[in-house]
Structure formats: structure tokens, C-alpha cells
């Protein structure tokens, strides 16, 4: 997908796309390099279209963009960039994701009533999901009333974690409701006593920054982008520990105060990113790479 925007090119850079050359200055947007690093969660088409495209296309760039300094520190160690071209320019969250009551008619379109715990993400090995529900499993024999909701598009390799789920013992509590609107998903997440993500990787992991939005307390993974991004406004916790996130799951569905706590810095977090502060420093590093 290529546009420009005041001479500059930009080019954000999916799997397999190769560059257009101009010679105009470049502007590279890369999400993630997961790819790169974690051939395993994709198909050996699309690692190796990424391991040979992305080099060779930021070498060329005037300036590389990224949604958090995660990133931008791998592109740096992985690629050999130089730091002073790699920028970081945080997303934002959509004006739909807003605090306010559930409406109780779409969640009962979505057949979704309350207490739930919400996880959001396309069902893929590196989501994690197959911890999520181990951690609801458990704290749902400890006696928690709690449904456990799973928004997300279909993915890669996805055949074993619906075996999961279709095997689970909490089987009549899970409800697997696919891709779902936005409107959908701001309703699920207002509705939700927490958002569960225990993702393995993330570039930038807009569900947590959706869910702060909504005022939803968040309980996701300490790794990769997500500790930057969610701050002190989340529980943080390591997804590889299942004790640890089974304890953390379970203290926030106790603990209402904890819940409220953590809503209330979710929303604090959320104010600070913004898409108009994204444009900002976005036309800012095009300035620079126009600059001789």
C-alpha cells in the first residue's frame, strides 16, 4: 500500500510486497518483525518472502517507522539499521472505543450475558489462547461464575487450539463467537470484567489499547511491546507461567477495587495515545526525510 504525502513516499510493507522504486525519499512503516524472528508461527512462503523483502527495502529508506520502541529495537539489533532512521510513532484507538454500559440487546444478539471474561485476537499459535483457557479453566473449577468470550478471525494453524476448545472442560461456559464488528467489540468489551491476552508477541497490541479505551481491566502478557504500551495500567504477567496466570486471572474477577483500579489507569493510559498525535509524528519524520 504506497501513498504520498508532501513528496515523500510511504510504504507500509506487508508480507511479500516488494518495494516500488522512486527516487523519491522513502518512508517504511513495519509493524513487527516476528516473522524474522519467529519463522515457526508462519508459513515458509510467508517468512521467506519477509526475511528477504524487508532488508533489502529499509536499507533504502530515509526513514523507518514503528509503533513501539520494541520494534524499533529489534529493527536495530536484527537489521543492522542505523537508530538515528528508525522513529517510533505510537498508534492510536478509534473514536468508538469509549467507556460507557453495555447495551444489553447487542450482547444478547451475540447470545453473551454477564459475568464474562473477554479475549480478543485471530486464532493463532502466538495469541496464546490455548493459556487463556487454561487459566479460565481453573479459576472457573475454583468456583468463578465467569463465561469465558473468544473474539477472532480464523488463523494460521488454528485446528489444534479449536481442538482445545472443543475438549474443554469448561466447554459449556466458552463461547467462540469468530470476527466480530467494532461496534460488536466495544459493546464486549464494556460488558467484560477483564480483557485476557496473553499474547506471546506483539508489535503493538491494539486489543489492550482498545479495552483501556472501553475501560475494561486488562490482565495481559509481560513480554515483546506490551509492558511499554500498557505501562502501570494493566496486570502484567508472564504467559509461559500458568500458576502465576491463573492466580492473576482469579484475584481480578475477586477483587472489584482491583478492577476499578485498573479501569481507571486503562483510561488514563488510553488518553495519552492518540491517532492525531500518531499524524504528528508522522509528518515530522517525512519532514526529515526530506531533508538533504
Given at each position: 500500500r504506497r501513498a504520498g504525502s508532501a513528496g515523500a513516499q510511504l510504504l507500509h510493507c506487508p508480507l511479500?510486497?516488494?518495494?516500488?522504486?522512486?527516487?523519491?525519499?522513502?518512508?517504511v512503516t513495519v509493524n513487527d518483525v516476528m516473522a524474522v524472528e519467529h519463522p515457526e508461527w508462519f508459513t515458509w512462503a510467508n517468512a521467506l518472502q519477509?526475511?528477504?523483502?524487508?532488508?533489502?527495502t529499509l536499507r533504502s529508506a530515509a526513514r523507518v517507522l514503528c509503533p513501539s520502541r520494541y520494534t524499533r529495537e529489534r529493527l536495530v539489533e536484527l537489521l543492522g539499521l542505523?537508530?538515528?532512521?528508525?522513529?517510533?510513532?505510537?498508534?492510536?484507538?478509534?473514536?468508538?472505543?469509549?467507556?460507557g454500559a453495555?447495551?444489553?440487546?447487542?450482547?444478547?444478539?451475540?447470545?453473551?450475558?454477564?459475568?464474562?471474561?473477554?479475549?480478543?485476537g485471530t486464532l493463532e499459535p502466538r495469541k496464546n489462547l490455548g493459556a487463556a483457557l487454561q487459566a479460565f479453566e481453573r479459576v472457573s473449577a475454583a468456583g468463578a461464575p465467569h463465561a469465558l468470550v473468544v473474539v477472532g478471525a480464523r488463523g494460521w494453524h488454528d485446528e489444534r487450539i479449536l481442538e482445545r476448545l472443543a475438549g474443554s472442560v469448561a466447554q459449556e461456559r466458552v463461547r467462540l463467537l469468530g470476527r466480530v464488528s467494532d461496534e460488536e467489540l466495544v459493546e464486549l468489551y464494556r460488558g467484560a470484567d477483564c480483557l485476557l491476552?496473553?499474547?506471546?508477541?506483539?508489535?503493538?497490541?491494539?486489543?489492550?489499547?482498545?479495552?483501556?479505551?472501553?475501560?475494561?481491566?486488562?490482565?495481559?502478557?509481560?513480554?515483546?511491546?506490551l509492558?511499554?504500551?500498557?505501562?502501570?495500567a494493566a496486570a502484567?504477567?508472564?504467559?509461559?507461567?500458568?500458576?502465576?496466570?491463573?492466580?492473576?486471572?482469579?484475584?481480578?474477577?475477586?477483587?472489584?477495587?482491583?478492577?476499578?483500579s485498573l479501569s481507571a489507569a486503562g483510561l488514563a493510559r488510553a488518553a495519552e495515545l492518540s491517532w492525531s498525535r500518531c499524524a504528528e509524528l508522522t509528518v515530522a519524520a517525512y519532514r526529515r526525510a526530506l531533508e538533504p
Open positions: 511479500g510486497v516488494a518495494p516500488v522504486r522512486s527516487k523519491l525519499p522513502l518512508v519477509q526475511r528477504m523483502v524487508l532488508p533489502r542505523e537508530p538515528s532512521r528508525v522513529e517510533v510513532t505510537p498508534y492510536g484507538v478509534g473514536a468508538p472505543f469509549q467507556p453495555p447495551s444489553d440487546a447487542a450482547l444478547e444478539r451475540l447470545r453473551v450475558s454477564a459475568p464474562y471474561v473477554l479475549s480478543v491476552f496473553p499474547s506471546l508477541y506483539e508489535g503493538f497490541g491494539f486489543p489492550v489499547l482498545e479495552a483501556m479505551a472501553c475501560g475494561t481491566p486488562v490482565l495481559c502478557s509481560d513480554r515483546t511491546s509492558p511499554e504500551l500498557a505501562g502501570d502484567l504477567v508472564d504467559p509461559g507461567e500458568p500458576d502465576a496466570l491463573q492466580s492473576a486471572l482469579a484475584e481480578l474477577l475477586s477483587s472489584a477495587a482491583l478492577r476499578r
